[in-house]
């Protein structure tokens, strides 16, 4: 396999944990807002941080998945 797919996998990567790490801070503002304010707006925004913040995680579970599915493959010797 090409080094390039290894860096561009690495830099989606680290792309991914950026956006769970945003999107985890959200969260837990909304979170708090939530609780302060009890209103209309706070839950929105909390369940649209949640949306957010699980997207995140699945986008971060598909590409662990796709990291581990691609060394297998490398181990028993298939090109990519």
Known sequence: MKPTVHQCLESMLFDGLKAVETAVAAYKTAQ???F?????????????????????????SDLEAAKRI???????????
């Open 70 to 80: 691609i060394t297998e493959m490398e181990n028993k010797g298939i090109e990519i």
């Open 36 to 60: 302060k304010n009890r209103n209309d707006n706070a839950s929105i925004a909390l369940w649209q941080a949640k949306d957010n913040m699980d997207a995140a995680l699945n986008r971060m």
């Open 32 to 34: 708090i807002d939530f």
